[in-house]
């Protein structure tokens, strides 16, 4: 017992005898471990974070591993071009050695379309809903943390991924595009198909699919059936986006006089404008449609009707393809804007009626 005791005196002595570099080394050692610490969620967050890791992971990983064959379709689809001579002959004649290239961009832009579907139904539905089902919910009111972070911590991690995923897929995907971008044949630019898959707009689209899904969870408070609720609520935002879709842009209207019927009579649009509409234009400034004199049985016959009517050439309508970015912006802002309003709703909804 005494050797014992002698010897850790001995040790403890000697420990604070060289107090000075038993310190520093101690505190070099604890600056070390600190420095190569890595960043670890607590809290809320990671409360958060494991309750809907797998939802999380699985969106992230996806995103990965898409991005990588996107990635490499791309370096395929330049080898074709360069090796065709592309821009230097048209991709029409290329035939059907184009066509697996074309049929990989549209099968992925379908998938990228998707994904606002997905993404609401299956992480923004639940988000809450689930909790409110099956009781957890209630172990907020019961913890010193407000019900107002925890619903800011819940959207906030789940708007992070949604943003991440979707902008990365963005990026990456126009990027694909980009070498056949002028070439209607590809993808008309108007279509969802490009539209609604580069830019903000799959970020934008997402993002309030997702919180609309948590809005309608909240209030239905049942996860099967704010799931299927969702999915009624993110078809109808697609129908309604693609009716508007045009209405984001500046049409540009181009008038002629010089007749109807001769060879250049039409007017010249830029590369791949997109024609919204085509009128005859009278001497009087009125329009008619173009199909008037359409059952003439010939060309004089018809002139002869052209004539009576006073036609004296086009109008045309159309949106420069120079615009899509600005229409894309300008239809995000819309989207963010709406969906500023659904974070507001649920944060009201939380405070008041959440248990």
């Known amino acids: 017992m005494s ?13 604070t005898s060289d107090g000075r570099n038993g310190t520093t080394d101690g505190t070099s050692g604890a600056t070390t471990t600190e420095s190569h610490r890595r960043p670890r969620l607590s809290g809320m967050t990671w409360l958060v974070w494991r309750q809907h890791r797998a939802a999380f992971w699985t969106t992230l990983a996806a995103t990965a591993l898409l991005v990588g064959w996107i990635v490499y379709q791309r370096g395929q689809l330049v080898d074709f071009l ?5 821009p230097g002959k048209n991709l029409y004649e290329a035939g059907g050695r184009f066509q697996q290239y074309n049929d990989a961009l549209a099968f992925v832009s379908t998938g990228l379309q998707a994904l606002p579907i997905l993404l609401g ?10 909790d ?8 907020v009111a019961a913890q010193s943390m407000s019900r107002t972070r925890w619903l800011a911590t819940k959207l906030a991690l789940a708007g992070l991924v949604v943003v991440v995923s979707t902008g990365v897929l963005s990026a990456v ?3 694909w595009w980009n070498p056949v971008k ?3 044949a590809v993808m008309e630019w108007t279509s969802g198909a490009a539209f609604n898959t580069t830019g903000p707009v799959p970020a934008a689209l997402t993002l309030f699919s997702v919180f609309g899904g948590v809005a309608i969870g909240m209030v239905l408070r049942r996860t099967l059936t704010a799931m299927v609720v969702t999915f009624g609520f993110t078809i109808v935002l697609q129908l309604v986006w693609e009716h508007f879709l045009l209405s984001l842009g500046n049409v540009v209207t181009v008038t002629t006089n010089t007749g109807v019927t001769a060879e250049n009579a039409f007017p010249s649009l830029p590369h791949s404008a997109y024609e919204i509409d085509r009128s005859y234009v009278t001497g009087s400034g009125d329009l008619m449609g173009w199909s008037t004199c359409s059952g003439a049985q010939t060309d004089a016959a018809q002139q002869l009707c052209l004539d009576k009517a006073d036609v004296v050439g086009w109008s045309v309508q159309y949106l ?3 615009q899509m970015n600005a229409m894309q912006w300008f239809g995000a802002s819309i989207l963010f804007a709406l969906t500023a309003g659904v974070v507001a709703f649920i944060f009201f909804w939380g405070r008041k009626r959440l248990f």
């Open 182 to 184: 002028s070439e209607a």
């Open 173 to 175: 995907f126009g990027w």
């Open 320 to 322: 420069p393809m120079s």
């Open 82 to 86: 360069d090796g065709y001579g592309y």
């Open 3 to 15: 050797t014992f005791t002698r010897s850790s005196a001995s040790t403890s002595t000697g420990s």
């Open 121 to 130: 139904v299956s992480l923004g539905a639940p988000l809450i809903a689930g």
């Open 132 to 139: 409110l089902e099956n009781g957890t919910a209630k172990l």
